[in-house]
């Protein structure tokens, strides 16, 4: 008799308040028929689901973007980075355009990498496997 051990699969949270940006990256997760991802739009409704879940439901990897209402992003990760049940997941930044001093920031902050936003529609489908890679690394190195 053969045993099967089941991987698990990675799965990837998204906080992004922009519906064009959500749009297009599911478009882009969807032409490499990704299916484990979830999005919010704001930090406060996924810091609520975030603690709401058991550890064993929390998403490989966290992408947030920089600028959103109320808690922005560089709060969003201090919070994430601040919590002990959260901590350990490893968080990416999607944004429009990072200074320098912003990505210091960002990196003293435990900020896995950052990305920015794409321009063209059809790039969205490279970061879509960048996040996907990030996710399967994460999940392996645990």
Known sequence: MQTIIKQPSPSILIVEDDEDDIFILKEG???????????YTSA????DYLNSIEEEFLPTI?????????????EFVKFLKGNEKLSKIPVVVLTTSMSAINKKLFSNEGVAQV?????????????????????QQSLSSK
């Open 29 to 39: 997760f969807d032409d490499i028929d990704f299916k484990s991802i979830t999005f």
């Open 44 to 47: 406060a409704t996924a810091s």
């Open 62 to 74: 966290i992408v947030t973007d920089f600028n959103l209402p109320a808690v922005d992003g560089f």
């Open 115 to 135: 990305i920015l936003k794409p321009n063209a529609f059809d790039e969205y489908k490279k970061v879509a496997e960048v996040l996907i890679n990030l996710a």
